[in-house]
T-cell receptor, first 111, second 113 residues
Framework: DAKTTQPNSMESNEEEPVHLPCNHS???????IHWYRQLPSQGPEYVIH???SNVNNRMASLAIAEDRKSSTLILHRATLRDAAVYYC????????????FGKGTHLIIQP | GAGVSQSPSNKVTEKGKDVELRCDPI?????LYWYRQSLGQGLEFLIY????????KSGLPSDRFSAERTGGSVSTLTIQRTQQEDSAVYLC???????????FGPGTRLLVL
């Protein structure tokens, strides 16, 4: 399976934008880039996903590099409730494997 | 609409007892997954169901673990003769079909004394 690489932790201030990077240099053409997050004592929560084009939803934006070897999750205005571990994973369309979450990025939001 | 639900939310049991954990997937989702997450660790895939097909049991850690899915909907994960190392959060997820976005339930926190 194609792996992803993320920084262990990042810190940001409340109400400022946050850019969370992810490298996936071995991504294949059928891999979708998914982002999940896990708040303390909760199950993982789907955030956003994309294939080639940038994507926006009510939670975040996803910027995908032209060569698809990296992507960035953008939280436009971080709140304290956004403090969580953010996971970038690749899911092959039609694939039947369970998800493999790495260590993710621990996002700390300062008030 | 309703998300994935799991019960119980917490379970404390004694070593050697059997436990059953339940998962209700999102209505219409054909794929269902079980994972477990030990304290401070990542997700460990356990088992996967797609519709009425035979499940992929490749992630089950031992033969004490089993799961079934009745009528293509509700699933039960059973752990027989529990051990202290089984203590973890057991998470269930579902998706429309395999390879699509998975939506997770809140998990069942299992503590084996």
């Amino acid at each position: 399976d194609a792996k992803t690489t993320q920084p262990n932790s990042m810190e940001s201030n409340e109400e400022e934008p946050v850019h969370l990077p992810c490298n996936h240099s071995t991504i294949s053409g059928t891999d979708y880039i998914h982002w999940y997050r896990q708040l303390p004592s909760q199950g993982p929560e789907y955030v956003i996903h994309g294939l080639t084009s940038n994507v926006n939803n009510r939670m975040a934006s996803l910027a995908i590099a032209e060569d698809r070897k990296s992507s960035t999750l953008i939280l436009h205005r971080a709140t304290l409730r956004d403090a969580a571990v953010y996971y970038c994973i690749l899911i092959k369309r039609g694939g039947a494997d369970g998800l493999t979450f790495g260590k993710g990025t621990h996002l700390i939001i300062q008030p | 609409g309703a998300g994935v639900s799991q019960s119980p939310s917490n379970k404390v049991t004694e070593k050697g007892k059997d436990v059953e954990l339940r998962c209700d997937p999102i209505s219409g989702h054909t794929a269902l997954y079980w994972y477990r997450q030990s304290l401070g660790q990542g997700l460990e895939f356990l088992i996967y169901f797609q519709g009425n097909s035979a499940p992929d049991k490749s992630g089950l850690p031992s033969d004490r673990f089993s799961a079934e899915r009745t009528g293509g909907s509700v699933s039960t994960l059973t752990i027989q003769r529990t051990q202290q190392e089984d203590s973890a959060v057991y998470l269930c997820a579902s998706s429309w079909t395999s390879g699509q976005t998975q939506y997770f339930g809140p998990g069942t926190r299992l503590l084996v004394l």
